[in-house]
Nanobody, 117 residues
């Protein structure tokens, strides 16, 4: 049974930092692309950052230079370090795991990040 469990969300002021984490189980973690998506009320879910099984990363333009995705394969963990947070970063952040880019993959339950101005 595949499980992705996010943690680390919360309330932070504009300009602050936060790190969200995702613990994966039930998959061969090192073989999976891992990603963070987010969805704000009334908006579509969007890709924030992705890291390949080889460690290559890509980011949404809106977060480049501010957010960093990383993974720890022995611990089956993926992280998203978020710096210089803005009110528009307020969303539910979801962890995603997929074997191939074209797969839907698996989703976590999400963690709320709220940036107050």
């Amino acid at each position: 049974q595949v499980q992705l469990v996010e943690s680390g969300g919360g309330l932070v002021q504009v300009g602050g930092s936060l790190r969200v984490s995702c613990a994966a189980s039930g998959i061969i973690f090192s073989e999976y692309y891992m990603a963070w998506y987010r969805q704000a009320p009334g908006k579509q879910r969007e890709l924030v950052a992705r890291i390949s099984n080889g460690g290559s990363t890509n980011y949404a333009d809106s977060v480049k230079g501010r957010f960093t995705i990383s993974r720890d394969n022995p611990k089956n963990m993926v992280y998203l370090q978020m710096n210089s947070l803005k009110p528009e970063d307020t969303s539910i952040y979801y962890c995603n795991a997929r074997r191939r880019i074209i797969d839907m993959g698996y989703w976590g339950q999400g963690t709320q990040v709220t940036v107050s101005s």
